[in-house]
């Protein structure tokens, strides 16, 4: 039995043919339709990234070209327009504002080395101290933890007790235990405020160094070392050789993220000094850039100091990446 193809009528009235032909058993092709769930699931995201972080940015950029005093608090629209002029004005170290964004920089830039390093020693130490499982193990790992569980304000505000000069613990130990000193030295005023401000600062960050690195110590196999003990390798060799090497991309993060902290760090010295009684020995950038801005009422000027300290912190941040990653690639 024959079947016949029928002609088809065109608008136009010609006869045409149909000449689409699919293989036999396998179906037409559909369009692949839309898939929203991933932009519906990404879009809170994005919109509070743009609320939190995007918008404000801007926002301080802007207030950083005008002069917005506490005269156009109420009216910001009607700051009149700065300039560069808050940045010449912060970059002239011959005068007071200068000199002081200058020192500033310059502290903290100590106090985060100071910190990062010895926080990194620390950990590290830490870390491969209970590497290997013994008994207590569990209880040393949960010591060591404390001060990062801790309430952030209350381990400081606990510190602050403990650094006052006639009644505080450090000077208790100091002068009637230890007899190191005949007089209670001061340790939130003058040039002993910046060691003070470093104990405390290592003192919360160490534990998250100790708990990164614990973490990327376990990925390290023991024959590993088991092998190298039995080739002659003593601890500091197996150390050198073998962890430093296997936890390289631990460290290149845990390192970048502290300085980061550190460098940005507020809650300390906020707590420690006071809002207005911050040391010299002690003025950390980021409370700096405060009080030039809610202390002063010169918001133009701080927020011209912000925006500088985001330009140099993704400069080192961007400088860092290259470096590591160029390392590995040599690697």
Same mark, same amino acid.
């Given at each position: 039995m024959s079947t016949t193809v029928l002609p088809e009528t065109s608008r136009a009235g010609e006869l045409t043919t149909d000449t689409r032909s699919t293989p036999a058993g396998k179906p037409p092709k559909r369009r692949r339709p839309v898939q929203w769930l991933p932009?519906?699931?990404?879009?809170?995201?994005?919109v509070f990234e743009l609320l939190i972080h995007i918008v404000p940015m801007l926002t301080g950029i802007w207030i950083?070209?005008?002069?917005?005093?506490?005269?156009?608090?109420?009216?910001?629209?009607?700051?009149?327009?700065?300039?560069?002029?808050?940045?010449?004005?912060?970059?002239?170290?011959?005068?007071?504002?200068?000199?002081?964004l200058l020192n500033s920089f310059l502290v903290t830039l100590a106090f985060t080395v100071l910190v990062v390093g010895l926080s990194w020693v620390f950990g590290m130490a830490a870390a491969v101290a209970l590497q290997r499982p013994f008994r207590g193990q569990g209880i040393f790992r949960t010591l060591f933890l404390v001060p990062y569980a801790l309430p952030l304000y209350a381990g400081i505000i606990a510190w602050k007790f403990m650094f006052q000069r006639d009644t505080g613990a450090i000077n208790h130990?100091? @002068?009637d235990q230890l007899h190191l000193t005949n007089n209670a030295p001061f340790w939130l005023i003058g040039?002993?405020?910046?060691?003070?401000?470093?104990? @405390?600062?290592?003192?919360?960050l160490w534990p998250f160094a100790?708990?990164?690195?614990?973490?990327?110590?376990?990925?390290?196999?023991?024959?590993?070392?088991?092998?190298?003990? @039995?080739?002659g390798a003593r601890p500091f060799r197996q150390w050198r050789s073998i962890t430093l090497p296997m936890v390289r991309s631990v460290n290149v993060t845990l390192v970048l993220v502290m300085f980061l902290w550190t460098f940005n760090d507020f809650?300390?010295?906020?707590?420690?000094f006071g809002s207005t009684a911050q040391p010299p020995a002690a003025d950390?950038?980021?409370?700096?850039?405060?009080?030039a801005s809610f202390i002063t009422w010169n918001f133009g000027s701080g927020a011209a100091m912000s925006v500088?300290?985001?330009v140099f912190l993704l400069v080192v941040t961007g400088a860092y990446l290259l470096f590591t990653n160029r390392r590995s690639v040599r690697a």
């Open positions: 932009y519906v699931l990404l879009a809170p995201a994005i950083s070209l005008v002069q917005l005093t506490k005269y156009f608090i109420a009216n910001w629209s009607a700051a009149p327009w700065a300039g560069f002029r808050n940045y010449s004005v912060a970059l002239d170290f011959n005068q007071a504002i200068g000199k002081g130990i100091l @002068v040039n002993n405020a910046f060691v003070a401000i470093v104990v @405390v600062a290592i003192w919360r100790f708990l990164m690195l614990m973490a990327g110590l376990q990925s390290v196999p023991a024959e590993v070392y088991e092998a190298s003990a @039995v080739d809650n300390t010295p906020y707590v420690m950390l950038i980021s409370f700096h850039i405060y009080n500088m300290l985001l």
